[in-house]
């Protein structure tokens, strides 16, 4: 395996939760997947950036919560029935909010990813922030973007250290 390849590919083989935003599929580490829940009143928080669309009280338990088209550049939606709200937990244990909630078009199914299914992040040619994206995954002739939790539930972009 080339050191290039070693360092490019930071998802693993493994169980991934796939959803959908519009047109696009991203999967999520089955194993940061708490629960997912339908949508529900959402508490807003001042001076918040806008894909952080404020909090939630799931069972006892404040949860923030991030709208994941916002977050990714993409136009807001209506709410459907299918919208539904993914709970998430990084890997860092001793944040004050371990959980997040993403909001999400829709869940479609858990898939199983072999690591041969896996490829990098293309380049694009152009200075795009990619450092959210796992990798792309060629499932059943189409492509699902592996996205990075740890990124995407802090809100300047940056994972822990």
Not at 21 to 49: A, C, D, F, H, W
Not at 93 to 115: M, R
Request: aromatic share 4%; hydrophobic share 40%; charged share 20%.
């Amino acid at each position: 395996m080339t050191t290039q390849i070693s360092t490019a590919i930071r998802a693993k083989d493994g169980k991934y939760l796939t959803f959908h935003m519009g047109e696009e599929t991203y999967g999520v580490e089955v194993i940061k997947v708490r629960e997912i829940i339908r949508m529900q009143p959402i508490t807003p928080v001042p001076q918040m950036p806008p894909h952080v669309k404020g909090v939630i009280n799931l069972r006892g338990k404040i949860i923030p919560i991030l709208d994941l088209r916002l977050r990714f550049g993409l136009p807001e939606t209506t709410v459907t029935d299918a919208t539904c709200i993914v709970v998430v937990q990084g890997d860092q244990e001793d944040l004050v909010h371990s959980q997040t909630g993403l909001i999400v078009d829709g869940v479609e199914e858990v898939l199983n990813i072999n690591i041969g299914d896996i490829e990098n992040t293309p380049n694009f040619g152009m200075a795009i922030d990619s450092e959210a994206i796992l990798g792309m995954a060629k499932i059943k002739g189409s492509v699902k973007t592996l996205i990075d939790i740890n990124r995407i539930i802090h809100t300047d972009g940056q994972s822990p250290e």
